[in-house]
Every structure is written in structure tokens, then in C-alpha cells.
């Protein structure tokens, strides 16, 4: 059972136009959301996150959205550059003691210049 | 700050043989750690998470073992490596919410 979806596994985008990569979840106990982005032979790096009470976060040119009555998230890039080219997970959690997060499978972002 | 390390970056193994991949962390206490693997084309499996020395939860069956012997270090093990091993392996830690990954260890098994 896939509790985190994200159902485009790429997208491609202009150098200076919007990405938006899109997630949605079925657990609703989950109450904490957050995008990484992953290189490849890298650890992932935490990018953005939103709690369940805003329905907004922004940080630079990156941007989330929550919708709790679809049950979806979407993360928001611009303007796009090259260097934002990389495989963006959404995870997410319903707290507790363990904090443990639930993954989706990635979609892979390529900016074109 | 805090940093992350994981080691080694890569490892070719043979079939049958044992594994201990380590993980420490600097620059906080008492962190809750976890182990993932990647596979090929796959997305982050969580394989063990630990929210104290000596606690240690399992998420999937297998033949992995993992264990947490001081308060920033995090170990990974197995007694006997099988093909479906091959993947590559994440530890992170947390202070709450969000999770650090560290580099990460490419594991081959032939």
C-alpha cells in the first residue's frame, strides 16, 4: 500500500520557467510534509517542508502547497535553473516518538537550458 | 553544526559474505537514526530506525541487522550477503522532523 504517491516519474522543464512537481498521500494521520531533492550517488538534502496547519511555505524560489481535503502537496520552482535537474522525493509523517517518514518514488526533474 | 558520515562509499562483495556498514553522527545528542536502501530505479525503503543506544526497530524482514552501541553511532550488518543486498545505503538522522542523510554507500554484491 503506496501511502505517498507521486505519479509523474519525470518532467521536463525551460531553464526560467515553473517546475511544479506534484504528491499526493492517503494516510491522514500524516500532519508534517517535505520535499529532498537527490543527486545521483548521493544522500538526498532537505529542501522544504509544511506542517498541516498552513497550507503554504515558501523558502527562496521554492514554494509548497498543501491541500488537506485532496490530500495533496505540490512543490513549486522559480524560475527553474539547470542546476535544480535532480530527482525530488516527497515524504511524509504523522510525528510520534520515531518521526519516521514515508517516501514517494521520486520524479525525475530535468531543466533544459 | 551537525555532520554526518557514512563509510565506506563503496563496496563490492561476494555472496555469503558479512557486511558492517557504519554511520556517526557529530554535533548533537541523542538523535533518532535511521537505515534506508535505494534500489536501482526504486525509491527509499526504510530499513531499521533507532530512537536510543540500544533500541533498534525493524521495518522489513531480511537478513539485515543494524545497531546503535553509542548515542551517535548507527551500524549495519549482515552474517551472510545475498544478491538482493545490492543497493545503495542511506543512513540519516533526525532531531525531529526533518531527516540529514548522509552520502551514502553504493553496496555490490556479486
Known amino acids: 500500500d503506496q501511502q505517498v504517491k507521486q505519479n509523474s516519474p519525470s518532467l521536463s522543464v525551460q531553464e526560467g520557467r515553473i517546475s511544479i512537481l506534484n504528491c499526493d498521500y492517503t494516510?491522514?494521520?500524516?500532519?508534517?510534509f517535505l520535499w529532498y531533492k537527490k543527486y545521483p550517488a548521493e544522500g538526498p538534502t532537505f529542501l522544504i517542508s509544511i506542517s498541516s496547519i498552513k497550507d503554504k511555505n515558501e523558502d527562496g524560489r521554492f514554494t509548497v502547497f498543501l491541500n488537506k481535503s485532496a490530500k495533496h502537496l505540490s512543490l513549486h520552482i522559480v524560475p527553474s535553473q539547470p542546476g535544480d535537474s535532480a530527482v525530488y522525493f516527497c515524504a511524509a509523517t504523522g510525528g510520534g516518538s520515531n518521526y519516521k517518514l514515508t517516501f514517494g518514488k521520486g520524479t525525475l526533474l530535468t531543466v533544459n537550458p | 553544526s551537525q555532520t554526518i558520515h557514512q563509510w565506506p562509499a563503496t563496496l563490492v562483495q561476494p555472496v555469503g559474505s558479512p557486511l558492517s556498514l557504519e554511520c556517526t553522527v557529530e554535533g548533537t545528542s541523542n538523535p533518532n537514526l535511521y537505515w534506508y536502501r535505494q534500489a536501482a530505479g526504486r525509491g527509499l525503503q526504510l530499513l531499521f530506525y533507532s530512537v536510543g543506544i540500544g533500541q533498534i526497530s525493524s521495518e522489513v524482514p531480511q537478513n539485515l541487522s543494524a545497531s546503535r552501541p553509542q548515542d551517535r553511532q548507527f551500524i549495519l550488518s549482515s552474517k551472510k550477503l545475498l544478491l538482493s543486498d545490492s543497493g545503495f545505503y542511506l543512513c540519516?538522522?533526525?532531531?525531529?522532523?526533518?531527516?540529514?542523510f548522509g552520502p551514502g554507500t553504493r553496496l555490490t554484491v556479486t
Open positions: 494516510n491522514s494521520m500524516f500532519d508534517y
Open positions: 540519516a538522522w533526525s532531531p525531529k522532523y526533518e531527516q540529514y
